[in-house]
């Protein structure tokens, strides 16, 4: 009878197997079964951001036009930052804030230096990139928006994540589309808009999206149905198809994903590599 050992000579070939080889086969032992709604509620991620930059856009192309006024903005975007500052406390009760230990003073002195700082620098903004044509910052702010929509951390646990990159590309396209506005305050505006649409507006969403499920997926829809009001204002053509484009990454992609998931055939048997389970920590002392 063939044993599956190799210290003793026996009347088979090297590469032979008898029927028992497959009695250990087996299919798809660590597939994930997913469900369509959880999967729909995993997109609102990608929406929200996408809808994010769709709003920053439209924002810097009003202030362009001369149809919002860098004070009306900037208002708008305090009110708001001072919402969404008692929200993130009042979802969890502010045990999050007593589990980091960071005080709201603290908090204030970072707004504040961020905020001078900006300010004192909004002539050097407006004024950073003039020698470079406006086709090309147009460009490279395209490019570094899909970098940040590519980078940044909906969740997933990939190498490809990575929000400190995400969040720099991001501010990087905002002084680039910053130095072709009309003044320095403009600038100044425009840039703390992006702060907090592309760096506090995402942390507000992880906790709402891990307390309030419910109240996450209503922030999601209002959102997206406000960047399609905006871009609707604009062009009539990219609204339709930046709809199109959000219920095909909230719908019809995870549709698709479940389906393939009935195609997937992963085998596992004695032929898989062999894994060392017991600690060996002791022999590194």
């Known amino acids: 009878r063939w044993q599956k050992v190799l210290y003793e000579r026996q009347p088979f070939p090297d590469n032979y197997v008898d029927q028992r080889f497959l009695e250990e086969l087996r299919k798809n032992v660590h597939a994930r079964q997913y469900r369509y709604q959880a999967v729909v509620f995993q997109s609102g991620a990608v929406v929200q951001q996408l809808c994010s930059v769709c709003v920053?856009?439209?924002?810097?192309?009003?202030?362009?036009?001369?149809m919002l006024s860098p004070q009306g903005l900037f208002g708008a975007a305090l009110v708001s930052s001072l919402l969404g500052y008692v929200l993130?406390?009042?979802?969890?009760?502010?045990?999050?804030?007593?589990?980091?230990?960071?005080?709201?003073?603290a908090d204030l002195k970072s707004t504040l230096?961020?905020?001078?700082?900006?300010?004192?620098?909004?002539?050097?903004?407006?004024?950073?990139?003039?020698?470079?044509?406006?086709?090309?910052?147009?460009a490279m702010?395209?490019?570094?928006l899909l970098g940040h929509l590519i980078?940044?951390?909906?969740?997933?646990?990939?190498?490809?994540?990575?929000s400190t990159l995400s969040l720099n590309m991001a501010i990087f396209a905002s002084v680039c589309l910053a130095s072709r506005l009309p003044r320095s305050l403009h600038a100044f505006v425009i840039v703390t808009f992006a702060m907090q649409i592309f760096a506090l507006w995402p942390m507000l969403q992880k906790k709402?999206?891990?307390?309030?499920?419910?109240c996450y997926v209503g922030v999601t829809v209002l959102f997206a149905l406000a960047?399609?009001?905006?871009?609707?204002?604009?062009?009539?053509?990219?609204?339709?198809?930046?709809?199109?484009?959000?219920?095909?990454?909230?719908?019809?992609?995870?549709?698709?994903?479940?389906r393939l998931q009935l195609l997937k055939d992963n085998i596992h048997g004695p032929w898989d590599e062999a894994e060392i389970k017991e600690d060996l920590s002791r022999f590194l002392m």
Do not use: H, Q
């Open 141 to 144: 702010s395209a490019l570094m």
């Open 113 to 138: 230096v961020f905020t001078a700082f900006t300010y004192g620098f909004s002539p050097v903004l407006k004024t950073l990139t003039e020698s470079i044509s406006t086709d090309t910052i147009y």
């Open 56 to 66: 920053f856009v439209l924002t810097w192309w009003y202030m362009d036009a001369g």
């Open 151 to 162: 980078f940044f951390d909906y969740g997933a646990n990939a190498a490809i994540v990575s």
């Open 227 to 258: 960047a399609l009001a905006g871009l609707a204002t604009v062009s009539s053509v990219g609204a339709v198809l930046f709809a199109s484009l959000l219920l095909a990454i909230s719908c019809l992609c995870p549709y698709c994903l479940i």
């Open 88 to 105: 993130f406390d009042a979802v969890d009760g502010g045990a999050g804030r007593c589990a980091s230990g960071r005080t709201r003073w």
């Open 208 to 214: 709402l999206k891990a307390r309030t499920p419910r």
